[in-house]
């Protein structure tokens, strides 16, 4: 086939398997012959640049650099909505909307108000043109090189969309890829941030386009801006722009309803208030629109909104109680957070003593006073956050809250670099907590495992001089730990033969525990399986550092400064000559037939025990993975495997077959 033709097929496939993931969650291919497909198209593009085009599937992966953010004048005003917080509020909305149109029977469009950024797209014969944020409502910032990695956001369009338009919406990070994002944070000794808005806000606004390409950023459209609309309502214009291809909300989830009465309206409200902690995003409340293009006409705008709509905004549960001082906590890092010891509150069920202040900024924000009761609220995060203070209830002579200058435990003079949010103690070696934040990540269970041994013991022996860096745990002998409080024969054993175990932990775990800053698991691992051993990694320039999928400036920095620092090389050695594993182990393969598939493996076989059946997995390439996911490749189905696999495998199309069948791919 020729090149050209090859790339449009392959294309115009992506893109149909990409709008049925991401638009309509109902996956029609496995992630590994996506792949597949996607680097087919990508080495054909390479070989002829010129087939290129801006709009390839290709070019989600994001990678372009962004250096200032071009203003961009809306062709229209992106407005706000006016809120409302009761019944009454909306009962007068709609009175007035009556009024103005002098019309009985409106009839209105629902929706969710998700928690996200504004964003409006341009789109031209099809294509995606410029995307630009909301701004000040009449300029706004060009952000398209980020946006075009948001993978529910179409390139390209599909149907009888119209040949120029704009269409709005709102980018945000679903729950999902928010935790997935702050536990990688927390592997990493990052601070966490603080909520998926935010977070969707500032990555949009990333320089690098790697970043929104990696953190799964989504988008619901909900205003088509055309100069002559031919549909009669808000309502058919969502529909029609769910055939050109955009996320628009679905009506069988209830995401968006037609109404013709108040109560419609109330009832809905009322569904998502109790059911919108379900939701796998975060939304703050209702947007209730009055439908017809033609009567919203009739009401026109304000200045800041337009008369023919109205939001309704939850009541997040939030009580007042009394701030009793603010300390702060340092990280392994060094980083800082600021948290708030309150009097506890009781709260949606739940006794509330603490919450996150986050940083400085944030402390600055809501104007803090020492004693000043505060309110809390539990929203979205699992860490309750304080939403204002009661300045009513502030005390005489109350002094403002002034973030610590230097570090609480090592009293060195914090550092807050430019474009940061955090404060930083730069007493690495020397700043306890550092010291056994250190430790403590090193045993933890997805680096080195080391059971018997847990964060009290760890300031046990430091605190008896024992250890001051990882490699001073191996060593450790029997008379050292057993004078120390509470470590009896038994508890000294473990200690010792957890020790000795972890010794056996494969080489990107040790990578991993030694805590070089940006290096978490996944990177650990990419460094890993890239380069093999220690030896390489320490030898490797920057250059070839970047070349690793995956692994950014940044991440290359940090790698390539922390093995030119002769004490962390000497940790290593030390390390080596207790026997730790630096050096990737390599598995070697009967065949690659089954090379990252992921196979799940049910029911009872006659030939193969389930473990020789996982070995035989491995040592072909594939991967043996728990349960049936859109993830999986194959599903290898012995005897007595249960109905709802079978049905659940049909429904995802992913192949079955028999231990037999299995043995012949293999062989
Ligand atoms: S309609 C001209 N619909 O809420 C009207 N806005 O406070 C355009 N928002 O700036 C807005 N969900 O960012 C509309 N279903 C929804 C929405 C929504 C969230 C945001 C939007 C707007 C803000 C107004």
């Not at 994001?62 to 706000?80: Q, R, W, Y």
């Not at 008379?479 to 972890?502: F, M, T, Y």
């Not at 775990?509 to 051993?533: C, D, M, Q, S």
């Not at 389930?610 to 728990?626: F, H, Q, S, W």
Request: aromatic share 8%; proline share 4%.
């Amino acid at each position: 086939m020729k090149a050209q033709q090859e790339v449009l097929e392959l294309s115009k496939e992506l893109r149909k398997h990409n709008h049925s993931y991401y638009v309509l969650s109902k996956p029609t291919i496995s992630d590994y012959d996506f792949d597949m497909k996607l680097s087919r198209l990508n080495k054909l593009e390479q070989e002829n640049p010129s087939l290129l085009v801006p709009d390839s599937p290709t070019q989600r992966i994001g990678g372009d650099i962004t250096e200032k953010f071009e203003k961009v004048a809306h062709s229209s005003p992106m407005l706000s909505l006016s809120n409302s917080y009761n019944k009454e509020d909306i009962q007068e909305w709609a009175e007035r909307a009556v009024k103005l149109t002098g019309n009985e029977e409106l009839e209105y469009t629902l929706e969710l108000k998700y928690d996200g950024v504004a964003i409006s797209l341009r789109y031209e014969e099809g294509k995606l043109i410029k995307a630009v944020t909301r701004g000040d409502g009449n300029t706004g910032e060009d952000v398209t090189t980020n946006v075009r990695t948001i993978k529910s956001i179409p390139l390209k369009l599909h149907g009888d969309y119209p040949d120029k338009f704009e269409i709005r919406g709102e980018i945000f990070l679903p729950h999902a890829s928010f935790e997935k994002l702050n536990k990688t944070r927390e592997e990493e000794g990052e601070p966490l941030y603080a909520n998926p808005r935010n977070t969707a806000s500032g990555t949009l606004k990333s320089q690098n386009s790697k970043i929104p390409a990696s953190r799964g950023l989504d988008c619901f459209l909900y205003y088509l801006v055309l100069d002559k609309n031919p549909y009669k309502g808000h309502f058919k214009s969502l529909e029609k722009a769910g055939e050109w291809g955009f996320k628009v909300p679905q009506q069988k989830l209830k995401y968006v309803a037609k109404s013709a009465t108040l109560d419609g309206v109330m009832e809905f409200i009322r569904y998502w208030d109790n059911e919108k902690k379900k939701l796998p995003f975060e939304i703050d409340g209702i947007v209730i629109k009055v439908n017809s293009y033609q009567l919203q006409d009739e009401m026109g705008l304000t200045a800041k909104s337009p008369r023919w709509a109205i939001a309704y905004k939850f009541k997040a549960e939030n009580l007042s109680t009394q701030l009793v001082e603010i300390t702060y906590q340092v990280g392994r890092t060094g980083a800082i957070t600021p948290v708030a010891n309150l009097e506890p509150l009781l709260l949606a069920g739940t006794t509330v003593k603490r919450a996150s202040l986050h940083n400085q900024d944030q402390i600055e924000k809501l104007g803090i006073h020492e004693k000043d009761f505060v309110f809390v609220e539990k929203g979205g995060e699992i860490i309750p956050k304080v939403t204002n203070v009661d300045l009513d209830k502030r005390l005489a002579n109350a002094k403002p809250v002034r973030f610590i200058p230097t570090c609480p435990e090592c009293h060195t003079a914090l550092v807050r670099k430019e474009g940061e949010a955090h404060h930083y103690c730069p007493n690495a070696d020397f700043c306890p907590p550092q010291i056994t934040g250190r430790i403590e990540h090193f045993i933890s269970r997805k680096a080195m495992n080391i059971d018997g041994l847990g964060a009290e013991t760890i300031l046990q022996l430091f605190e008896a001089g024992l250890i001051r860096i990882p490699a001073d745990l191996y060593d450790l002998t029997r008379e050292q730990i057993l004078p120390l409080e509470r470590l009896a024969e038994k508890s000294v054993e473990n200690i010792l033969i957890g020790l000795e175990d972890s010794k056996a932990q494969p080489f990107e775990k040790v990578l991993f525990g030694l805590g070089i800053r940006y290096v978490g698991e996944t990177v650990a691992k990419k460094l890993a399986k890239h380069f093999k051993n220690v030896q390489s990694i320490k030898s490797a320039s920057l250059e070839s550092l970047v070349k690793v999928d995956e692994i950014g400036e940044r991440i290359a920095e940090s790698v390539y400064e922390y093995l030119n620092i002769e004490a962390n090389l000497s940790q290593i050695r030390r390390m080596e000559e207790a026997g730790l594993c630096f050096e990737a182990i390599e598995v070697i393969l009967d065949s690659e037939v089954l090379n990252g598939k992921k196979i799940v493996v049910s029911g009872v076989f006659t030939k193969l025990s389930r473990n020789e059946l996982k070995t035989l997995i491995e040592a072909n390439g594939g991967k043996v993975v728990g349960s049936i996911s859109a993830k999986t490749d194959l599903l290898i189905a012995g005897e007595n495997m249960g109905p709802a696999k079978k049905i659940k495998a049909d429904t995802l199309g992913i192949k079955i077959i028999d231990e037999t069948a299995f043995l012949r791919l293999i062989d």
